[in-house]
């Protein structure tokens, strides 16, 4: 059952999304801010994201914009009343996949909600893995293997990894990582980030000890070495 977040701060059209999205087999969840939105999102786990742009605290385009950072490919569809060819375009360029307008069709809404879903299970087959130098990072299994090697990694390891990763050349900072992976605001505690870090490359030396994967970059934060 994909799980579908409904970002949407009006009580009733809320209501009314997630009523249609639980009967046609869906699992909703309702969010009513942008700050709450990226807290869910933070938790991962979700397939489409339904977005209105009209949000208390971080705009719904706030939210796509941090979204897209972080690299996740979770497809967003966007509900607005605003259609002029200009916001079309920013929405597209933020990283948006589709848009509804308001009042939208109960129907078309939920075949492109079916479209983008099956779109996305498509790119999902076709990229089910990550590889870097002699580690492969499987995102079906969770974890990282070198040859028939297993890592065996936590949660937080495997998406701090699948994070740098999916994007080897970008240094990330520990507000980064901290933000992505565990969702919430960074407030400075070091030694979280380096705990996990610390773990990480250990399993990682484990199966593979002749390569550095993870490289610290000081005073800045960490990425995948050259």
Same mark, same amino acid.
């Given at each position: 059952m994909e799980k579908i977040l409904v970002v949407e701060d009006?009580?009733?059209?809320?209501?009314?999304?997630?009523?249609?999205?639980?009967?046609?087999?869906?699992?909703?969840?309702?969010?009513?801010?942008?700050?709450?939105?990226?807290?869910?999102?933070?938790?991962?786990?979700?397939?489409l994201v339904l977005l209105d742009l009209m949000l208390p605290g971080k705009s719904g385009e706030e939210v796509l914009e941090e979204l897209r950072k972080t690299l996740s490919k979770v497809p967003v569809i966007v509900l607005t009343a605003r259609v002029d060819k200009e916001t079309t375009i920013k929405l597209l360029r933020l990283g948006a996949d589709?848009?509804?307008?308001?009042p939208f069709d109960n129907n078309e809404l939920l075949a492109r909600v079916e479209a983008r879903l099956r779109?996305?299970?498509?790119?999902?087959?076709? /990229?089910?893995?990550?590889?870097?130098?002699?580690?492969? =990072?499987? *995102?079906?299994?969770?974890?990282?293997?070198?040859?028939?090697? !297993? /890592?065996?990694?936590?949660?937080?390891?495997?998406?701090? =990894?699948? *994070?740098?990763?999916?994007?080897?050349?970008?240094?990330?900072? !520990?507000?980064?990582?901290?933000?992505?992976v565990w969702g919430g605001e960074f407030w400075g505690d070091d030694n979280t980030i380096n705990v996990h870090i610390s773990k990480l490359r250990g399993k990682l030396f484990a199966i593979s000890p002749d390569e550095e994967y993870v490289q610290t970059v000081w005073g800045i934060g960490f990425k995948m070495s050259d």
């Open positions: 009006d009580a009733h059209i809320s209501e009314m999304l997630c009523l249609l999205l639980g009967q046609s087999g869906y699992l909703p969840v309702a969010a009513f801010s942008g700050t709450e939105a990226l807290l869910h999102l933070g938790q991962g786990g979700f397939g589709d848009y509804v307008t308001k779109r996305s299970d498509d790119e999902r087959g076709e /990229a089910a893995q990550l590889t870097h130098k002699a580690i492969r =990072l499987d *995102l079906g299994a969770f974890d990282a293997f070198a040859g028939d090697k !297993k /890592a065996g990694l936590s949660k937080r390891e495997f998406e701090i =990894l699948h *994070l740098m990763m999916a994007n080897p050349n970008k240094v990330f900072t !520990k507000n980064n990582i901290y933000e992505s």
